[in-house]
């Protein structure tokens, strides 16, 4: 008699011969289908952050990866195709190699479905999480810059000496003329207003240039990956003094939205003013600086 029973990723046939012994072996090369991953975070219907989402699901049995679906209408109704793929009204994240996943949405002030789905190393996908869907709502995105706050103001390491004189601050150039804004003054406030952790941002206390070098020292996370929240750096430009401005968010066709400051030494300039935002290429900037949230 020769029975197949499953055990985690592998088959095993049980033998057994009219009770005078019973022994097993492995089937090589047969993967088992993945369980059905279950949602964890965020609860159903809660409103997360528009510019930087976390998700979380418990492990699939037989997976080594998940596939993460967004959609603007419940999957079990429109999007999802039955071979596994997407219609314009949703997305889904493939080989993810962990059970969390941070990401900025692509719409704030919005309701999405989210579903996941394990797979194994054959890429062969089990069943999709949770039915129906869970939905979750988007904020209007990060808050507005509030100059009134402390952190562009004593709070912050470069104010009052490179802060503009719009907040209190006494940053002049070229005969005394007071310049509009200073990206490293700026970044670092929008990044404390934001709840990142005020003991990393006061490693970086030089020249923009400086701040992946500085960084790097202190052991804060740099690479050439933009996330929202990090800090977007290069050494050109400013007058042979760099640049440095916030990422705000990442877009699907791989540009981002960035906050920022002056950064020219020359008051008066395009370039001499106290905020603004653009839309640029990631490799706009060299270094991206993640600094850790305040605990």
């Not at 510019?51 to 209408?73: D, P, R, V």
């Amino acid at each position: 008699m020769i029975k197949l029973m499953r055990s985690g990723s592998k088959t095993k046939a049980l033998l057994g011969f009219s009770g005078l012994c019973l022994f097993s072996f492995s089937i090589a090369g047969i993967a088992a289908v993945p369980t059905v991953p279950k949602l964890k975070s965020p609860a159903n219907a809660a409103t997360v952050s528009c510019a930087n989402a976390t998700f979380s699901w418990s492990a699939s049995a037989g997976a080594t990866s998940y596939n993460i679906l967004f959609s603007s209408q419940d999957p079990l109704l429109a999007g999802l195709k039955n071979n596994g793929s997407c219609d314009s009204t949703c997305t889904i994240i493939k080989g993810v190699n962990t059970t969390t996943l941070s990401k900025s949405m692509s719409s704030c002030n919005t309701t999405y479905y989210w579903k996941v789905q394990g797979v194994n190393a054959k890429g062969e996908g089990g069943g999709w999480s949770s039915s129906p869907a869970w939905t979750l709502k988007t904020d209007g995105g990060n808050p507005q810059v509030d100059w009134s706050l402390n952190a562009y103001r004593k709070d912050n390491s470069f104010f009052p000496v490179f802060a503009p004189n719009s907040v209190g601050g006494t940053i002049t150039y070229n005969n005394g003329k007071y310049a509009k804004g200073n990206c490293t003054w700026y970044v670092q406030g929008r990044l404390l207003q934001l709840g990142y952790d005020p003991k990393q941002l006061k490693k970086m206390i030089r020249s923009a240039k400086y701040w992946d070098d500085d960084a790097k020292k202190a052991k804060i996370q740099v690479d050439n990956t933009p996330t929202a929240g990090a800090i977007a750096q290069t050494d050109k430009g400013g007058g042979g003094l760099g640049h440095v401005a916030v990422v705000e968010k990442t877009n699907p066709d791989g540009t981002i939205y960035i906050s920022e400051s002056s950064y020219s030494p020359t008051p008066g300039t395009n370039y001499d003013f106290k905020y603004s935002t653009r839309t640029v290429k990631n490799t706009a900037f060299e270094n991206y600086i993640h600094v850790a949230k305040a605990k």
